[in-house]
């Protein structure tokens, strides 16, 4: 049943307009004069009357007869301005503390990966801005001057997140979202690198891997293999299953923004001026649209090598999580985390793999961990690596077919001597471009960074003062999708509801996807000595055995290490954590909250572990690096 109402309706537009502007995108129109319909379900009013039983008895007492599923729709009127809203954004707290730091609204540290950065204060994990800050928003919005209040160029998950936010909270939103096909025609649906060729095919891949070698361990455990055969792995029945995966989540992507009335075009978007934005699709169809506030959340491709052969006959990234061959052979170039989890695992499914390195493994992170890693993969995973090394041109020596993978001649440079090799595929990981160059930066006045493209922010607010960043297009910022993600939402709710608390750019955990996984969270060691000198640094660290994965086999335990290096100018407080060893992304994750409360290492001392895990091993690090006692394996329950 349908009530109805409407001479009382004036007495209730105090109570609905606000409620309406947080919990349902409507037009810029007043309640004033209008008959208002409750009918089909609405999740964000049914959740908001729940919450406040007082609001719905007012509602009753007003003389509405009948609200049937808590949804409203708007029938007629006469346009005005909405009032400024006056609810509480959910999420947001009441007794949030400012905490001081440098402009970008961080404290002091380095910025060049999530694993080199560290608050020297008492973290906080919401951040606000002063009064006094320049990136000045407001949460009134004018619907008549503009087509949309808020336009993102780009649907990965940082953009989504804004997006669908920015809508919630009673914004006209659209998302424009492309993907310009790779050099072997490779192309994916909406929800950007990480859904699609990133985070969630290569954590499948990576467990892919793993399941390999626990049913070589399960022998240990009595298990036998039917017909007493080899294990085979079948790389055609996993891309099809991760594909499907990542098909399911695409059309999910979709359903989630309509459900918020979030417009989705899927084309090719360039500013043409700071309130403009012209669009071409697939089939050419042109669109041109305004808009308020523009985000620019467009993220980064992998980069090709300047040589000969490299797109005509290489691959990415980007192609590797569909392939429609088994790899065969494979060279991976580069010493990036990319690099080495998809060396991994291919490793770990059963191909020959080699890793060409320039120089120093994982870059920006900390290298006595990288240098563990390579050392595992090389000893343990059968990777093989080729240091110092370039490569000049590649050449097909046979073509790759439907089904199966060609024939490819490497040439290299290796300390001045020239190698050739044979392989079936060449896989690019040596960095990623951010996607900048073409979407009209410069028409709108917005600032990048010439060296590398990517565009310089003050809490995500660009030089142009309507138009914002998020992910990684920003200069000195994590290429993490988490950090996209809440940066993202804190920024819509800033712009559309009027709140100051920022993402903070600290104490960012993260784990490299490896056969032997690295989860790290603050500094570097060796960053850290820098900041602090040698005399001011502790490092506490010690070699364990995974009791708790594959411990009759002996996995490990000549490579699974923890570490925490504690700053003693301030009492021993830990800087830096990192851990080399099955499921550190979960260890990680876990320590992570203590690290940006600013624990101490008597706080991991005073800590209980949990018995048998592998996360315990961090409440009883006793010997120091610079006691340089040996390491050896502790011994099971003391």
């Not at 346009?79 to 006056?86: Q, T």
């Not at 055969?229 to 989630?256: C, E, P, R, T």
Request: a neutral charge; charged letters at 20%.
């Amino acid at each position: 049943m349908i009530g109805t109402f409407s001479t009382s309706v004036r007495t209730l537009s105090p109570l609905l307009s606000p409620l309406l502007r947080h919990y349902y995108r409507p037009p810029t129109t007043s309640l004033s004069n209008h008959k208002v319909f409750f009918s089909s379900p609405s999740k964000a009013l049914r959740q908001f009357i729940q919450a406040d039983r007082a609001f719905l008895q007012r509602i009753r007492s007003s003389g509405v007869s009948t609200i049937n599923q808590s949804s409203l729709r708007y029938v007629s009127g006469t346009s005005s301005k909405m009032p400024p809203p006056i609810f509480p954004i959910p999420d947001e707290r009441a007794n949030t503390v400012a905490v001081g730091g440098d402009k970008n609204g961080s404290h002091e540290g380095e910025k060049t990966s999530p694993q080199t950065t560290s608050s020297d204060a008492s973290a906080s994990v919401h951040h606000q801005i002063s009064p006094q800050s320049p990136a000045k928003t407001s949460p009134v919005v004018d619907g008549d001057k503009f087509d949309y209040d808020f336009v993102v160029i780009g649907g990965g998950s940082g953009g989504l997140a804004a997006s669908k936010e920015a809508s919630r909270l009673g914004a006209k939103v659209a998302v424009f979202d492309y993907v310009q096909p790779t050099p072997i025609g490779t192309k994916w649906g909406l929800g950007g690198t990480c859904v699609n060729v990133g985070c969630i095919p290569k954590k499948m891949m990576h467990q892919a891997s793993l399941l390999g070698e626990a049913i070589e361990d399960a022998k240990s455990y009595g298990w036998e293999l039917a017909g007493g055969g080899d294990k085979k792995h079948n790389w055609g029945a996993m891309v099809q299953s991760i594909q499907d995966f990542i098909h399911s989540l695409n059309w999910k992507y979709k359903v989630a923004l309509r459900d918020v009335n979030v417009s989705y075009i899927n084309s090719y978007a360039k500013l043409i001026d700071k309130n403009h934005i012209h669009a071409v699709n697939a089939k050419g169809k042109e669109v041109t649209v305004s808009a308020a506030k523009i985000l620019i959340a467009t993220g980064g491709r992998p980069k090709y090598p300047e040589i000969p052969g490299a797109k005509e006959y290489g691959i990415t990234s980007d192609d590797i999580f569909s392939l429609q061959y088994p790899p065969g052979k494979t060279l991976c170039v580069g010493a990036s985390y990319v690099s080495l989890e998809c060396a991994g695992f291919l490793a770990g499914l059963g191909f020959d793999t080699t890793v060409m390195v320039r120089s120093i493994l994982l870059r920006g992170f900390d290298q006595d961990m990288a240098e563990r890693i390579g050392r595992a993969m090389e000893e343990s995973h059968h990777v093989k690596f080729i240091r110092g090394a370039v490569p000049s041109k590649i050449e097909e020596i046979e073509p790759r077919q439907d089904g199966k993978a060609g024939r490819l001649r490497v040439t290299s440079t290796q300390n001045g001597k020239e190698i050739v090799e044979e392989y079936n595929t060449v896989l690019f990981a040596v960095g990623r471009d951010a996607c900048t160059s073409t979407i009209g930066l410069e028409k709108a006045g917005v600032k990048v960074n010439p060296d590398s493209g990517k565009i310089n922010a003050e809490y995500e607010q660009t030089n142009v003062p309507n138009i914002y960043a998020i992910g990684d297009v920003l200069d000195g910022r994590p290429e993490l999708t988490p950090v996209a993600i809440q940066a993202g939402n804190k920024l819509a709710r800033r712009l559309f509801a009027g709140s100051k608390v920022v993402y903070d750019y600290e104490m960012v955990p993260t784990t490299v996807f490896t056969p032997v996984e690295y989860g790290c969270i603050g500094l570097a060691e060796e960053v850290a000595l820098k900041k602090y000198g040698k005399d001011n640094i502790e490092v506490y660290h010690g070699r364990y055995r995974p009791v708790t994965t594959r411990p009759i086999a002996g996995y490990g335990e000549e490579h699974c290490y923890a570490k925490l290096i504690c700053n003693k100018l301030d009492d021993e407080r830990v800087v830096g954590l990192h851990v080399l060893g099955p499921n550190a992304g979960e260890i990680t994750q876990g320590f992570a909250l203590g690290m940006r409360l600013g624990a101490k290492k008597r706080d991991f001392d005073d800590l209980t572990g949990i018995h048998p895990t592998d996360a315990e091993n961090f409440v009883s690090l006793l010997i120091t690096r610079s006691s340089g006692v040996d390491l050896s394996l502790p011994q099971c329950c003391g």
